[in-house]
């Protein structure tokens, strides 16, 4: 979704579309908890100036299905993400950015480049020229939302680490702490 910046007027600007499926798959495609949608995504946003910075609130729910961390059973779960940040024209954050360097240079402090932000730089992107698109922020702030590790339910057992059972179903009956291998040698030694 693109936006024109002399759309948005005192008033506002409100935008809602969908995300295909494939765009959701597409998203997600490299995690590695292996999701995948199960449909596609609402987006919904609102968009206010501030000068030559904009606000943007946003809300999506996301659709996903993707195999349980444990027990590696089918797991559907719908991501909501929601977020507020604000638009900063890539020439003034640049200025910022600039002046800091040499007011720490002035000081006769080191100068780093990357590894430290300031907290309110986390709440911020940049924008270049007249148009806004909407869609890599969107896709951003999904993925900051999928969840790490997706489980079926959280008192999951998950998998026999010996025969692969899952231990949700049944119990297998196998040892559940296994010898380590490396200890094995010392077993056939005996203490007179």
């Given at each position: 979704m693109r936006v024109r910046i002399d759309e948005i007027k005192d008033a506002g600007l409100e935008r809602a579309w969908d995300m295909t499926r494939e765009?959701?798959?597409e998203i997600v495609r490299d995690d590695r908890a292996g999701y995948r949608a199960g449909g596609p995504a609402h987006v919904a946003a609102r968009l206010d100036r501030l000068g030559r910075?904009?606000?943007l609130r946003a809300r999506a729910a996301a659709d996903l299905s993707c195999p349980?961390?444990?027990?590696?059973a089918p797991v559907t779960l719908q991501v909501p993400v929601a977020f507020d940040l604000t638009l900063v024209p890539a020439e003034e954050a640049e200025s910022v950015e600039h002046r800091a360097?040499?007011?720490?240079g002035d000081r006769g402090g080191e100068v780093h480049s990357g590894g430290s932000f300031a907290a309110r730089d986390v709440e911020e992107e940049t924008y270049e020229g007249k148009v806004i698109?909407?869609?890599p922020i969107?896709?951003?702030q999904l993925l900051l939302a999928l969840p790490g590790y997706p489980v079926c339910q959280e008192a999951c057992k998950g998998l026999c680490p010996a025969c692969?059972?899952?231990l949700n179903e049944r119990d297998c009956g196998c040892p559940r702490r296994a010898p380590d291998p490396r200890w094995a040698g010392l077993e056939k030694i005996k203490i007179q």
């Open positions: 765009q959701v798959d910075r904009i606000r349980c961390g444990r027990c590696l360097r040499e007011e720490q698109d909407l869609d969107v896709r951003e692969g059972a899952n």
